[in-house]
């Protein structure tokens, strides 16, 4: 949810609230979806993500509860589930600004976007760890902070919310990526500290415990000696509590907590709400060096230290508009209800034991009434504000400007205005489009009793029409409780259970293009309407927020008819259901369905699922040709059969061919004098098949081939006019992105029906910036397959038979796919990219990067006498004259 400007003040103010700490020998309880989030970033710098990292993604997740484990570490993840109502605007706002980023598809802009399917891969990864994990019903901060107080250990996260929640919080970001080992004597005076070297040679592990010192305090011979010692892993990181904020420094008391992160402001209220009680308040001279936000929130805490909790609540509802009062009471309440909420569900799923001894928690009404008998108790005289002669400390911008254009650190002081500020800036200019769908987002919200009159002078403090904003999941079916928690299923269909709705995010795609979600849309009613066969009251009918169409805007649309084929009944107890699947792709006009099902049962199972997705695909999107099912077949022979054989996973093109260079030679001059098919293999795509091509490929076939793929997972960048440019066709990702939204609502789908075939592990199959080069490379080749025996494949048969085998099975099912063409660019956009192209001067490419060292090795293999002609390329017979 976050608190608005609270993480950049804790940071600035770093020495008084985080104090050093280590990790180890420990239960820790994690804020999954922002740690998700927070390795993402960590994986992009391993390389572009473009839409879809997933290999290096996995490899990130599973390598840090790794460590984890290495310092004797128990994790416990909890994971968001659905929005609640009063999140909408806020989303709202967020896929406007991810649109925006889109307009301009600028790659720095763009590859920040999450993938669609990060969430679904983090989980495979924690899987995989052995890692406990849980998915909350709805938003998981309010059930994270409780598990830690049971647990009586730390959070991880990075979300300013932990900051005034009653835990010990550990923000990510002060968490070390190195693992230290220590040795100390009992009373930790003399001790030497090293760092863990994870990654070691053979030679390596033998000479040592695999530990490098780099530190050292005390005696020596005390640590090393005879005497007893203690040695520990740990992670550096620092340590925060609430005592930290209500101690020596700017004290406030526990119970004003909530009153405090209402004030601040959060995801669920927006700041121009409590604008009138700003301009009321005054104080002290603040430093007017110090940034907007953080002079309010040095003005906020002053004020509170001078008001009990009872007169605060009032001062503040009271200098609220009237329509807005009852947001603010339910703000303050919903506050009060997460600061004395001890139920804690995660507790009894992953079946613990309360550490602590709690008091009997109030229920809800209990805190309400709680808060209306202490509000009460007041006179009700008006109370005044206390002043002071100077200025509000909410002054204008302009102001602050002129003030600190006199003043020396006036760049400095604009450089750190918040992004929070901004935030709330922009999310008032798209009020008038959040009050137009008012409507929309009032079908996700609960009716309620209605609540006692609270008198304020001579208007109510809050009226009786009060709508509690609760949202819970005991409405839900047992079954399908089961499976959202164990996260076998995507978190938007507590959404479509819930509230009848459905958020699509935007992936990397053409904003002049519908939605790259709607090819799926068949799939999504599917799944709509089998949540829906476990309520009496059948609806066919939910709301779909998604961009406009042309434009940057965000619309609601309202999906109807989703319902289950005629004659066709979903029973939870009679799972597996095929039946549904096969229904699916009968009404998406694939002729041989009958055969597909029985074909697609003797293919690898962990590759079932994958293939029924492409032949949707290409079956109902025109813009799929024969050169992205090779690309995608291309990945998939690399992801799954490549880099097992290798095992070592190094992307970067010149240390590998440096590392390689002698024995990749030898291997090429001994593939010559081997005999290589030159035909298509006439077998057919099943276990046998795949089982032996796993097993059949030797690791020199393997890094033949890895040497010319490697250079697929970076990006070329072109000079333009002396600037260099990364070129992404928006064509190519729009129509990759269809893929992955197929690939999405199927793996929500599958669980639902009970597994009929083994559900998506996308890392294993997947990554769009390889899949994105592979096509760009032979989308305009007069012959694929040649392209790949020739080029690809030159000194890896086997490879490219699996590669001919695997599109042949595609097209048996979606034979349309030989006669569609690459869609030729028209209008302005191809001019200007015939322009663009005219001004390209070779350059040489970094080594990350190095696509023409690739070409050099290519030509010089032909110096042996033997004529090569490429019949992809017009010209290459020029060579041999040459």
């Known amino acids: 949810m976050g608190v608005r400007g609270l993480t950049t003040f804790i940071e600035k103010n770093a020495a008084v609230y985080l104090k050093p700490h280590e990790l180890h020998d420990t239960n820790l309880v994690i804020d999954g979806d922002n740690l998700c989030v927070q390795l993402f970033k960590r994986s992009q710098k391993v390389g572009l993500a473009l839409g879809g990292n997933y290999d290096a993604y996995y490899r990130t997740v599973v390598d840090f509860f790794d460590k984890l484990q290495l310092v004797n570490v128990v994790p416990y993840v909890l994971l968001d589930g659905g929005y609640e109502s009063r999140k909408i605007a806020i989303v709202r706002y967020r896929m406007q600004q991810r649109i925006l980023k889109m307009k301009g598809f600028h790659v720095p802009a763009i590859n920040s976007a999450t993938p669609q399917m990060l969430r679904e891969v983090f989980v495979d990864a924690m899987r995989e760890s052995g890692v406990a994990f849980m998915r909350c019903a709805f938003e998981a901060d309010d059930e994270v902070a409780i598990l830690a107080r049971k647990l009586g250990c730390p959070v991880l996260s990075y979300d300013s919310d932990f900051y005034i929640h009653d835990v010990q919080y550990i923000p990510y970001v002060t968490l070390?990526?190195?693992?230290?080992?220590?040795?100390?004597?009992?009373?930790?005076?003399?001790?030497?500290?090293?760092?863990?070297?994870?990654?070691?040679?053979?030679?390596?592990?033998?000479?040592?415990?695999?530990?490098?010192?780099?530190?050292?305090?005390?005696?020596?011979?005390?640590?090393?000696?005879?005497?007893?010692?203690?040695?520990?892993?740990?992670?550096?990181?620092?340590?925060?509590?609430?005592?930290?904020?209500?101690?020596?420094?700017?004290?406030?008391?526990?119970?004003?907590?909530?009153?405090?992160?209402?004030?601040?402001?959060?995801?669920?209220?927006?700041?121009?709400?409590?604008?009138?009680?700003?301009?009321?308040?005054?104080?002290?001279r603040v430093n007017r060096k110090i940034n907007q936000q953080e002079r309010r929130l040095k003005v906020i805490l002053k004020w509170l230290q001078n008001h009990t909790f009872e007169s605060a609540t009032r001062a503040i509802i009271r200098h609220i508009k009237g329509e807005q009062k009852q947001q603010v009471y339910r703000q303050i309440l919903t506050a009060i209800r997460g600061y004395n909420c001890e139920d804690c569900v995660a507790l009894h799923y992953f079946g613990l034991q309360d550490q602590t001894a709690q008091e009997t928690p109030l229920e809800d009404d209990e805190i309400e009434k709680d808060l209306q008998t202490r509000l009460g108790a007041i006179a009700d005289g008006e109370e005044t504000m206390e002043t002071v002669d100077e200025a509000s400390f909410l002054d204008s911008e302009e102001e602050e400007e002129e003030e600190e254009e006199e003043e020396a650190a006036s760049n400095e002081g604009q450089k750190e205005k918040s992004k929070d500020d901004q935030e709330d800036e922009l999310s008032r200019h798209n009020s008038c489009d959040e009050e137009h769908d008012k409507d929309e987002n009032d079908l996700v919200q609960e009716e309620s009793d209605a609540e006692e009159i609270i008198m304020d002078g001579h208007e109510p403090l809050i009226g009786p029409e009060l709508k509690r904003n609760k949202f819970t999941d005991r409405n839900w079916p047992d079954w399908f409780k089961r499976i959202y928690s164990a996260a076998q299923v995507p978190r938007f269909l507590a959404d479509l259970i819930h509230s009848n709705l459905y958020i699509n995010y935007p992936q990397i795609e053409d904003v002049k293009r519908q939605d790259s979600n709607r090819l799926s849309g068949p799939i999504l009613r599917t799944v709509f309407a089998i949540l829906k066969t476990s309520f009496k009251v059948k609806t066919t009918e939910f709301k779909y927020v998604t961009r406009r169409v042309p434009g940057t805007g965000v619309v609601n649309a309202t999906v109807t008819d989703a319902c289950l084929p005629a004659g066709v009944v979903y029973d939870p107890a009679k799972l597996p259901n095929v039946t549904i699947l096969r229904k699916l792709f009968e009404a998406a006009g694939i002729e041989k369905c009958d055969e597909l099902f029985e074909t697609i049962r003797s293919v690898p199972s962990n590759l079932r699922l994958y293939f029924l997705a492409i032949i949707y695909w290409a079956k109902n999107c025109p813009d799929v040709n024969l050169a992205h099912v090779h690309a995608l077949v291309v990945c998939i022979l690399q992801l799954q059969i490549v880099d097992k054989a290798l095992k070592s996973l190094n992307r970067n093109v010149d240390q590998f061919r440096q590392a390689h260079r002698e024995y990749l030679e030898q291997q090429r001059q001994t593939s010559k004098t081997s005999e290589q098919s030159t035909g298509k293999p006439d077998v057919a795509f099943n276990r046998t098949f795949y089982n032996k091509l796993a097993s059949g490929t030797s690791r020199a076939s393997a890094l033949l081939a890895y040497d010319h793929l490697i250079q697929h997972f970076s990006y070329k960048e072109e000079e333009v006019r002396g600037r260099r440019k990364m070129w992404i066709e928006a064509g190519t990702m729009h129509t990759l992105a269809s893929f992955q939204s197929v690939c999405f609502n199927l793996y929500a789908l599958t669980p639902l029906l009970g597994y009929p075939v083994e559900n998506l592990r996308m890392h294993e199959l997947y990554n769009t910036l390889f899949v994105y080069n592979v096509y760009e490379g032979m989308k305009n080749r007069a012959d694929l397959g040649e392209y790949e025996r020739t080029v690809i494949f030159r000194h890896s048969p086997t490879l490219y038979a699996a590669v001919c085998v695997m599109v042949r099975f595609v097209e048996t099912y979606v034979p349309e796919l030989k006669s569609r063409t690459v869609r030729a660019k028209t209008g302005r956009a191809a001019k200007r990219k015939e322009q663009s192209v005219a001004h390209v001067q070779p350059i040489t490419v970094p080594p990350a990067n190095d696509w023409d060292e690739g070409k050099k090795d290519e030509s010089s293999e032909s110096d042996d006498g033997e004529g090569f002609v490429d019949v992809n390329n017009k010209f290459s017979q020029l060579l041999l004259a040459g």
């Open 176 to 284: 070390s990526s190195k693992v230290y080992r220590k040795v100390s004597d009992r009373e930790g005076e003399n001790f030497k500290v090293g760092i863990v070297e994870r990654k070691q040679t053979k030679k390596a592990r033998q000479r040592g415990d695999g530990v490098k010192y780099i530190a050292q305090c005390g005696d020596q011979d005390v640590v090393e000696g005879e005497g007893e010692v203690e040695t520990y892993s740990y992670l550096d990181c620092c340590l925060y509590t609430i005592d930290n904020l209500t101690g020596p420094h700017d004290q406030l008391g526990k119970e004003m907590i909530p009153l405090f992160a209402v004030l601040l402001g959060n995801d669920y209220i927006e700041r121009n709400v409590l604008r009138a009680f700003y301009e009321a308040i005054s104080t002290g």
